[in-house]
């Protein structure tokens, strides 16, 4: 069970809200449909993700996943993921919560801690850049979706099956010793911050899923999110249309360009 203890938030600011967890976990798909539920409850949103999120740290994305810069070592990459994170706080993150916009972000610092510290970083090498990157900028929930590596791996390859544009990335191909070790840092750090992590069974149905990470948000910031039904109904802006209702307010600045992300 994980107790989560309140926060004092000035009133005004938004939420900022992280997924973490090894490949195929399912975030992606999970930070959507979260997305849609909090519009849905009426609160402004978006969704970003890391490496990325702001054109300048999306630059930086393409090197990374590339595996252009494997060669060079973890404490390069290291850097070059704190460099990215800085612009993505200064340019997306920092102005949407001082907005009052809750912020989903796909990937934060946890993944540098466990990506380039199972890689060898000196755990106070990583933590020295994420000091600098973040700016005090922390976030007030952290869900991590857990699944074993084989099952990660396993939806992984299926994914890569749709096309060239879903191949597996740099991180995506290494070892399954190497996930299995990164999947066991997650949950370390887990239990270490118990006040900001709630561990999520991502090995269930997706709307399973759906469901612990409402319960999770709902008692988290004492908000009152929809039900399923009343959701599903709230995000079908055609139908709405059709019985001549109202529809959900468009929030263009959750969309964001097509593409994958690690």
Not at 20 to 39: D, F, N, P
Not at 70 to 76: D, F, K, R
Not at 86 to 106: E, F, K, Y
Not at 177 to 194: G, V, Y
Request: proline residues 4%; glycine residues 8%; charged residues 30%.
């Amino acid at each position: 069970m994980v107790l989560f203890y309140k926060k004092q938030d000035a009133a005004q600011r938004g939420k900022f809200i992280t997924f973490e967890g090894g490949e195929g976990a399912g975030k992606s798909t999970q930070i959507k449909l979260l997305m849609a539920r909090l519009q849905a409850a009426g609160l402004e949103c978006i969704c970003t993700r890391e490496p990325g999120g702001s054109p300048g740290a999306e630059v930086i994305r393409e090197v990374l996943l590339s595996g252009a810069v494997h060669a060079h070592g973890p404490e390069v990459e290291a850097m070059l993921f704190a460099a990215a994170r800085a612009d993505h706080i200064d340019s997306v993150i920092r102005p949407a919560l001082a907005a009052g916009t809750w912020v989903l972000c796909d990937r934060f610092a946890d993944s540098s801690r466990v990506y380039q510290g199972e890689a060898g970083v000196d755990k106070q090498t990583i933590e020295n850049l994420q000091r600098i990157a973040v700016d005090g900028v922390e976030p007030d929930l952290t869900l991590l979706i857990d699944v074993p590596a084989e099952l990660g791996l396993k939806r992984v390859n299926k994914r890569s099956q749709d096309g060239p544009d879903n191949a597996p990335d740099r991180f995506e191909k290494d070892s399954l010793e190497t996930h299995q070790r990164r999947r066991q840092l997650f949950l370390q750090i887990a239990r270490e911050n118990r006040e900001r992590f709630a561990v999520i069974d991502g090995s269930r149905h997706a709307n399973e899923v759906e469901e612990q990470i409402k319960k999770v948000v709902s008692m988290r910031f004492e908000a009152e999110l929809p039900s399923s039904l009343e959701y599903e109904r709230a995000s079908l802006p055609n139908a709405a249309a059709k019985r001549g209702g109202n529809t959900p307010k468009n929030n263009n600045r959750g969309k964001r360009r097509r593409g994958r992300k690690r």
